[in-house]
Protein backbone atom coordinates (compact mmCIF):
# COMPACT_ATOMS: atom_id res chain seq x y z
CA UNK A 1 0.00 0.00 0.00
CA UNK A 2 1.02 3.85 -1.26
CA UNK A 3 1.79 5.77 1.79
CA UNK A 4 1.80 9.42 1.70
CA UNK A 5 2.37 11.67 4.65
CA UNK A 6 2.08 15.42 4.60
CA UNK A 7 4.43 18.02 7.06
CA UNK A 8 5.29 21.68 7.43
CA UNK A 9 1.41 22.95 8.40
CA UNK A 10 1.28 25.54 11.36
CA UNK A 11 0.19 28.88 12.29
CA UNK A 12 1.52 31.95 10.44
CA UNK A 13 0.40 35.42 10.27
CA UNK A 14 -0.61 36.78 6.86
CA UNK A 15 1.72 38.13 4.48
CA UNK A 16 4.38 35.28 6.09
CA UNK A 17 5.51 31.65 4.34
CA UNK A 18 5.19 27.94 4.60
CA UNK A 19 6.75 24.69 3.18
CA UNK A 20 4.76 21.82 2.95
CA UNK A 21 6.63 18.31 2.34
CA UNK A 22 5.05 15.04 0.94
CA UNK A 23 6.67 11.97 1.08
CA UNK A 24 5.59 8.71 -0.57
CA UNK A 25 6.83 5.51 0.39
CA UNK A 26 6.19 4.33 -3.32
CA UNK A 27 9.67 3.61 -5.45
CA UNK A 28 7.69 4.60 -8.48
CA UNK A 29 7.47 8.46 -7.31
CA UNK A 30 9.07 9.54 -10.10
CA UNK A 31 6.47 8.49 -12.87
CA UNK A 32 3.51 9.75 -10.46
CA UNK A 33 1.81 13.33 -11.23
CA UNK A 34 1.58 14.97 -8.18
CA UNK A 35 -1.01 17.16 -6.83
CA UNK A 36 -2.10 19.79 -3.38
CA UNK A 37 -5.28 19.70 -2.71
CA UNK A 38 -7.28 22.09 0.12
CA UNK A 39 -10.01 21.82 1.73
CA UNK A 40 -11.23 24.63 4.02
CA UNK A 41 -14.13 24.12 7.02
CA UNK A 42 -17.75 23.05 5.86
CA UNK A 43 -16.16 23.37 1.64
CA UNK A 44 -15.07 21.41 -0.95
CA UNK A 45 -11.51 19.72 -1.50
CA UNK A 46 -9.91 21.82 -4.24
CA UNK A 47 -7.17 21.38 -6.65
CA UNK A 48 -4.37 23.79 -5.60
CA UNK A 49 -1.30 23.19 -7.87
CA UNK A 50 0.14 19.87 -9.83
CA UNK A 51 3.54 19.01 -11.03
CA UNK A 52 3.87 16.14 -13.26
CA UNK A 53 6.40 13.13 -13.80
CA UNK A 54 8.25 15.35 -15.99
CA UNK A 55 8.22 18.42 -14.33
CA UNK A 56 5.31 20.56 -15.78
CA UNK A 57 3.68 22.53 -13.19
CA UNK A 58 0.12 24.05 -12.99
CA UNK A 59 -1.60 26.23 -10.42
CA UNK A 60 -4.86 27.57 -9.05
CA UNK A 61 -5.37 31.19 -10.01
CA UNK A 62 -6.31 32.19 -5.93
CA UNK A 63 -2.08 31.04 -5.50
CA UNK A 64 -0.92 31.59 -8.37
CA UNK A 65 2.72 33.81 -8.14
CA UNK A 66 2.45 33.03 -4.64
CA UNK A 67 3.07 29.05 -4.47
CA UNK A 68 5.43 26.88 -5.58
CA UNK A 69 4.79 23.40 -6.18
CA UNK A 70 8.41 21.06 -7.18
CA UNK A 71 9.69 17.48 -6.27
CA UNK A 72 12.43 15.86 -5.84
CA UNK A 73 12.55 12.40 -7.17
CA UNK A 74 15.90 10.57 -5.37
CA UNK A 75 14.04 11.86 -1.86
CA UNK A 76 10.72 10.61 -3.17
CA UNK A 77 9.25 14.32 -1.98
CA UNK A 78 7.04 16.94 -3.42
CA UNK A 79 7.20 20.25 -2.08
CA UNK A 80 4.78 23.58 -1.62
CA UNK A 81 6.35 27.04 -0.80
CA UNK A 82 3.51 28.92 0.20
CA UNK A 83 4.55 32.37 0.39
CA UNK A 84 2.38 35.95 0.90
CA UNK A 85 -0.16 33.42 2.84
CA UNK A 86 -3.52 35.35 3.35
CA UNK A 87 -6.58 33.99 5.81
CA UNK A 88 -8.45 32.48 2.90
CA UNK A 89 -5.53 30.03 2.52
CA UNK A 90 -6.39 28.48 5.84
CA UNK A 91 -7.00 24.80 5.13
CA UNK A 92 -6.31 21.41 5.45
CA UNK A 93 -3.30 20.90 2.29
CA UNK A 94 -3.50 17.07 1.07
CA UNK A 95 -1.18 15.45 -1.08
CA UNK A 96 -2.10 12.86 -3.98
CA UNK A 97 -0.11 10.67 -5.82
CA UNK A 98 -1.58 9.35 -9.57
CA UNK A 99 -1.08 7.01 -12.29
CA UNK A 100 -3.08 6.23 -14.80
CA UNK A 101 -4.62 3.57 -12.86
CA UNK A 102 -5.29 4.84 -8.95
CA UNK A 103 -4.70 7.40 -6.83
CA UNK A 104 -3.38 7.95 -2.83
CA UNK A 105 -4.08 10.07 -0.72
CA UNK A 106 -2.22 11.82 2.45
CA UNK A 107 -3.35 12.04 5.85
CA UNK A 108 -3.13 16.28 5.33
CA UNK A 109 -1.83 19.00 7.42
CA UNK A 110 -3.06 22.37 8.98
CA UNK A 111 -2.19 25.55 7.72
CA UNK A 112 -3.87 28.89 9.63
CA UNK A 113 -3.01 32.38 8.70
CA UNK A 114 -4.09 34.45 11.42
CA UNK A 115 -2.35 37.61 12.87
Known amino acids: QVQLVESGGGLVQPGGSLRLSCVVSSNKFSIYTMDWFRQAPGAQRDLVATITSGGRTNYADSVKGRFTVSRDNAKRTMFLQMDDLKPEDTAVYYC?????????WGQGTQVTVSS
Open 96 to 104: RARDAVQYY
